[in-house]
């Protein structure tokens, strides 16, 4: 690789059009400016400059160095300024969470956004296991998850909790065993896990999510509920994911006599400090998290 002092010495050169001015420039000798011009011609293995008495001229090859020096020059130095800076309302936020939270969140982090337009949001919906291993491998600066992490390379702190809500057709007012065993369950990645949890706090009579007839499947956060509020089934859902359907009249969900919440987890790479612009992101995490579903 090409010394970039060489480089920054050859553009003073081309600039200046001195070897004298040169030296006083960079502070050196001019034995020492044409010493480094000599390195860079070898490294490229042809004359970068034409020799005219006591000035020059630069060759084709002078020419291609000069321009690429001078971009190269140009970016390190953008980049040296940058790295100066860290502002606490713009750069690039890359977040992800399961699809439930996101409904609740991408929208409020887009209201942010607006706000500071500074600020870049990239928001993904992945399951627990994907956000992990996208943190890993430093495609995520924050994940939110739905159990602590299992990876060594991450943290994880409790950060929010989100209820889970039996969900069955407007017409249902009072989903009892019977009532379910007979509407049956709109299954969904998460289907067993949430059912698992809300249900068997709930009804002595269930064992697991196999004893009720399966009635579809969605992997679609938005439309799990579709199947229900047509009255095909009931399912057992995250509350953002509830609170976001865009049919709730055609919905019931149920306050049981146990509520059951899920609790979210705060996920990133260990030992790694954020750029300031993420306490402000993760202030509005904790601002939209705390709300009442409604």
């Known amino acids: 690789m090409v010394n970039l002092s060489w480089m920054q010495t050859f553009c003073t050169l081309v600039e200046t059009g001195h070897f004298t001015r040169t030296a006083e420039k960079l502070a050196?000798?001019?034995?020492?400016?044409?010493?480094?011009?000599r390195k860079l011609e070898h490294h490229y293995g042809q004359a970068l400059l034409q020799r005219e008495g006591k000035g020059f001229s630069l060759t084709e090859a002078g020419e291609r160095v000069y321009q690429q020096a001078q971009h190269t020059l140009s970016q390190l130095d953008f980049l040296e300024r940058s790295l100066k800076v860290d502002s606490a309302n713009a750069g690039r936020c890359r977040l992800a969470s399961p699809g439930s939270l996101g409904l609740r969140l991408y929208p409020g982090l887009l209201d942010l956004q607006v706000k500071h337009p500074g600020l870049s949001i990239e928001y993904g919906f992945a399951p627990n296991d994907g956000i992990e291993k996208q943190l890993a491998a430093r495609q995520l600066d924050l994940g939110l998850i739905t159990r602590p992490a299992r990876l060594p390379e991450l943290s994880s702190r409790e950060f929010a909790e989100e209820p889970l809500f039996l969900v069955t057709p407007a017409s249902v007012t009072e989903p009892d065993w019977a009532?379910?065993?007979e509407l049956g369950y709109i299954d969904h990645p998460d289907g067993a896990?949430?059912?698992?949890?809300?249900?068997?706090?709930?009804?002595p009579e269930f064992e697991q999510v196999s004893q009720l007839p399966r009635r579809g499947f969605s992997n679609q956060i938005g439309l799990i509920l579709e199947p229900v509020a047509r009255?095909?089934?009931f399912s057992v859902l995250p509350a953002y994911a509830v609170a976001a359907f865009a049919r709730p009249e055609a919905i019931r969900y149920h306050a049981l006599a146990r509520p059951v919440c899920e609790t979210v987890y705060l996920v990133q790479r260990r030992y790694q400090r954020l750029p300031k612009r993420f306490e402000l992101v993760t202030d509005t995490l904790t601002a939209l998290l705390s709300d009442s579903v409604r």
Request: glycine share 14%.
């Open 28 to 37: 050196m000798t001019q034995p020492g400016v044409s010493q480094q011009i």
């Open 179 to 181: 009532t379910l065993t």
């Open 193 to 203: 896990h949430h059912a698992g949890l809300l249900l068997a706090a709930n009804y």
């Open 231 to 233: 009255g095909l089934g």
